[in-house]
């Protein structure tokens, strides 16, 4: 029983149950039951291969990208997408034909070396159903061409000449094809590598190859017609196969150019040559053809041939050939050169030169008038000139030129009468018969000859034409009737020659007393027509007093001489040593003289050693001339003066001579002036501040003004009282008087007294001297009745410091601020010390039982009394003994005061003034 079904479209597994019905209706059920599978059909989305073909390719190339993979890519409903053929779901197979055929072969292996054919590949898929889909695609593997130039005779070229008559042939192999017939096209191309833009072009040759057996690749021939341009060119071959394939080969072809030569030339360039020149003659050829090697041959006239080799790749190629003239006859040469290519190409090109010996031509020896080398502006003769030309008969004299130049200028030509001889052999005479040359001057004579090859050489000859000098001038600087002894000046001589070239000889001498002396010769041979030349006294010589005749003789270098004399006296200068003093001082300070008088000093000055030996020693009342400072001048022998103010002075003497010449002496001294000026009793001690004096007596204190320039020396204003017993007091830097004992007490001071302030302190001893520092008015220094240094605040007397020396100590005094120093006197050890205002002793110094001391700018007075000597010593700061002075004091010297140039002393109850007429230290001359 037969039964179609047509319902089942769905993909899937059906389960069918057969039941028959018969004609009553009986049924009747099959035992079992039947499946159906309805299947669905597989799909393949793609085809591929790889590697795939490159952009532009058409076919695989065999030995390069031949070995191919194929895949698929496949979908199916049953069996999933990409699931057919593995994991034994269905198959997948690959088939091919070749060459367009129906007839497919399996892929033997996948990937698969494909050899160069035409193929189409065919797919089958089966999947788990047995339900198959396939599809196709087509591939070209092709044999890749290998083209190379082929060395084969009269193939392939590499050089050609542009000149050729026929063309030329190219031969390439190609391998890499199974048959001949595999090659579509043979394309040739031509580059020109001069053009200004290479490229390759195509051109046309006639093939005539022959090669159809593979073994071994097949020979390409071609014929191409000639080249005519000339140079290198690039030939490309490209062979194109199956698919487009195709490989290529180049050739370089150069066409060849003739060479030129350029040029050749000569170093040096000379129009003639002598046999002792060697010339280096260079040849500049010109080859486009960059590859050719050029050979250079040179040779002299027909001589034979040098060759050298430029093989360098510049299209201009040099080449140098040295030639030694030695042995050259004196004639004209060619020396040739021929540039000659790789081809055999070639130009040629010749340089002429003349070689020559050098004319030797000379002035004979001065005789006679012939050539003289002397003569005078005077002389208006014609003189003869005379050569010898060595080596060219008078035949090979072409000319003779004669000229002279004057003082080194230009030549220029001489008139005479030239005339040639010969001389025998080979050399001749030249003479010329020169027309008179009277301007002076130095003439260099040239003769010059030219040979008939123009070949020219020269002799010189020189000849000075003389004029006698002249003295222009014989002076003297400065310019006097007299000059002093010792003096400088210079004597000129000015000699006007006008031969600029003669050299002036001066000869200088000098007659003193009748007798005449050689001072110096000396030349000058500067090129001018005035020549100089200066005697320096007392550089060269001297000059002794009186009169001193010079004379100058100038002579040129033709002995032609001229003189002339100027006369110089010398007056002798007055000297003096010095001016004596009558009488002698009694002491000295600053190392000048000290006068010490009461009232005046006369003193007596005189000349030291004045000399003039023209007055014998002796001058004249009237030529003595003696002044004070600025006063008038008073005349004689001796000075006498009176002195009868203090002060710095100085006596000047000036001596004359008979021409008023001087000479210079003085005196500088001191005039110290001292006085007994006023007597009180009961004085104890003297201080002062400006120029107020004041006198501190046991209970009061006399003020007066200080007049140093009056004949009082104190002015008294007014007295004040103190308490009882003061023993001493001081003046502080505002002017405030103080006076002490234990207390000590302040005063104001002016011109109509003082006034008491305050009782500023009181200390635990009894002070015996005070002194304050000038800046410091807060401090104290002060020696004590018990003999010790103590230092104490002016507002509460409270001692800060203290030294002992025992009762011996005497004064304590400060110096000016500026150096800070205290000064103590402490008689028994006979010295003074000195400190710092801290009370460190600096250092101090000797003096004799001091008694007290009194501080100026940079100095100390100190006051030395003992029962034998009472003196006062003046010291710099330093404590260097600068004098001592006696002031007819007596052993009751007790104080001292210093202002303004006066040393005021007390001695017992007489005030004495020293005035010193000055500030201490100061000098007026």
Request: net charge negative; glycine share 8%.
């Amino acid at each position: 029983m037969d039964a179609t079904c047509s319902s089942l479209t769905n993909p899937g597994t059906y389960s069918i149950r057969v039941t028959a019905t018969g004609a009553n209706d009986e049924k009747i059920t099959t035992d079992g039951t039947y499946k159906v599978c309805i299947n669905s059909k597989p799909v393949i989305n793609t085809l591929d291969v790889s590697p795939l073909l490159p952009l532009g390719r058409q076919a695989y190339m065999v030995g390069n990208d031949n070995n191919l993979t194929f895949s698929v890519d496949t979908s199916d409903s049953e069996d999933g997408n990409n699931k057919i053929g593995s994991s034994g779901i269905g198959s997948i197979n690959y088939f091919y034909s070749t060459n367009g055929g129906t007839t497919y072969t399996p892929l033997p292996s996948n990937p698969y070396t494909f050899p160069a054919n035409d193929y189409k590949i065919s797919v089958i898929i089966t999947d788990s159903m047995g339900a198959k889909a396939s599809e196709t695609m087509d591939i070209v593997v092709a044999n890749v061409p290998t083209v190379t130039y082929k060395a084969l005779a009269g193939y392939n070229p590499t050089l050609l000449s542009n000149s050729e008559t026929e063309g030329y042939r190219l031969c390439v192999n190609v391998t890499g094809m199974s048959d001949k017939s595999e090659i579509q096209e043979v394309k040739w191309e031509l580059k020109n590598h001069s053009s200004p833009a290479p490229a390759f072009s195509q051109i046309s040759g006639v093939d005539q190859s022959v090669d159809t057996d593979p073994a071994g690749g097949f020979d390409l021939l071609y014929y191409f017609n000639k080249i005519t341009t000339s140079a290198t060119y690039t030939i490309r071959v490209t062979v194109t196969g199956e698919a487009g394939v195709n490989g290529s080969a180049t050739h370089n072809l150069h066409i060849n150019q003739t060479p030129s030569l350029n040029s050749i030339s000569a170093t040096p360039e000379q129009t003639r040559y002598t046999p002792s020149d060697t010339i280096t003659f260079t040849a500049k050829a010109v080859d486009n053809d960059l590859y050719d090697k050029l050979k250079f041959e040179w040779r002299i006239d027909n001589g034979p041939v040098t060759t050298h080799t430029n093989d360098s790749l510049e299209a201009t190629k040099y080449d140098t050939f040295v030639v030694d003239c030695a042995g050259f006859a004196n004639k004209a040469y060619d020396i040739k050169c021929k540039v000659v290519d790789t081809i055999g190409s070639w130009s040629e090109s010749v340089y002429s030169i003349t070689v020559t010996d050098n004319i030797n031509v000379s002035f004979n020896p001065s005789v006679g008038s012939t050539n003289p080398t002397y003569r005078l502006t005077t002389n208006a003769a014609p003189f003869p000139l005379a050569t010898t030309v060595a080596n060219r008969t008078p035949a090979q004299i072409k000319t003779v030129l004669w000229q002279s130049s004057l003082n080194g200028g230009s030549y220029s030509t001489l008139s005479g009468t030239p005339a040639i001889t010969a001389s025998g052999g080979a050399a001749s005479n030249v003479t010329f018969d020169c027309s008179p040359i009277t301007g002076p001057g130095t003439y260099t004579i040239r003769t010059t000859v030219t040979g008939i090859y123009d070949e020219t050489a020269s002799a010189t000859h020189v000849l000075w034409v003389n004029q006698p000098p002249t003295i222009n001038s014989l002076s003297a600087t400065p310019s006097k009737t007299r000059y002093d002894s010792g003096e400088a000046l210079t004597i000129t001589a000015s000699v006007q020659d006008n031969d600029a070239y003669d050299e002036i000889e001066f000869k200088w001498e000098k007659c003193y007393n009748n007798a005449t002396a050689t001072v110096r010769t000396q030349s000058n041979g500067a090129v001018t027509t005035v020549k100089t030349d200066a005697l320096v006294i007392p550089t060269i010589t001297t000059l002794s007093p009186g009169t001193t005749v010079f004379t100058c003789t100038a002579k040129d270098t033709g002995g032609e001489t001229v003189k002339s004399s100027i006369e110089v006296f010398v007056n002798t200068l007055p000297t003096i040593d010095g001016v004596t003093i009558t009488p002698a001082p009694s002491l000295t300070y600053n190392t000048l003289p000290v006068y010490v008088t009461g009232t005046s000093q006369t003193l007596t000055f005189g000349l030291d050693n004045a000399l003039d030996p023209e007055l014998a020693n002796v001058f004249p009342n009237e030529d003595v001339r003696w002044k004070v400072g600025e006063s008038a001048e008073t005349t004689g022998q001796e000075f006498v003066n009176s002195f009868t103010s203090p002060g710095n002075e100085r006596v000047t003497v000036t001596l004359y001579d008979s021409f008023d010449a001087t000479c210079t002496a003085s005196a500088t001294f001191y005039i110290w002036q001292y006085a007994d000026v006023e007597t009180v009793a009961g004085i104890v001690d003297i201080f002062g501040r400006e120029d107020h004096v004041y006198f501190q007596k046991t209970d009061s204190i006399k003020q007066y003004a200080l007049v140093p320039g009056g004949g009082t020396y104190f002015n008294y204003i007014a007295s004040f009282a103190t308490e009882a017993t003061v023993l001493g007091g001081a003046v502080k830097e505002n002017g405030n008087v103080i006076v002490y004992k234990e207390s000590i007490r302040e005063y104001t001071g002016n011109d109509t007294g003082v006034t008491e302030i305050s009782n500023l302190a009181t200390t635990t001893t009894t002070l015996k001297s005070l002194a304050y520092p000038i800046y410091d008015q807060t401090v104290a220094y002060a020696i004590d009745v018990n003999g010790a240094l103590i230092t104490f605040r002016t507002s509460d007397a409270v001692t800060t410091a203290r030294k002992t020396y025992g009762s011996a100590a005497k004064k304590v005094k400060t110096a000016d601020t500026s150096y800070g120093n205290v000064f103590v006197a402490v008689p028994d050890q006979n010295k003074v010390y000195v400190y710092d205002e801290g009370l460190t002793e600096k250092s101090g110094f000797t003096v004799t039982s001091p008694v007290d001391m009194a501080t100026a700018e940079d100095h100390l007075f100190v006051l030395s009394v003992d029962a034998v000597t009472q003196s006062v010593h003046i010291f710099s700061k330093n404590g260097t003994l600068k004098t001592s002075v006696n002031m007819g004091l007596t052993a009751s010297a007790k104080a001292i005061h210093y202002h303004d140039g006066n040393i005021i002393v007390l001695d017992g109850t007489t005030l004495k003034i020293l005035r010193l007429g000055f500030p201490v230290g100061a000098t007026k001359w």
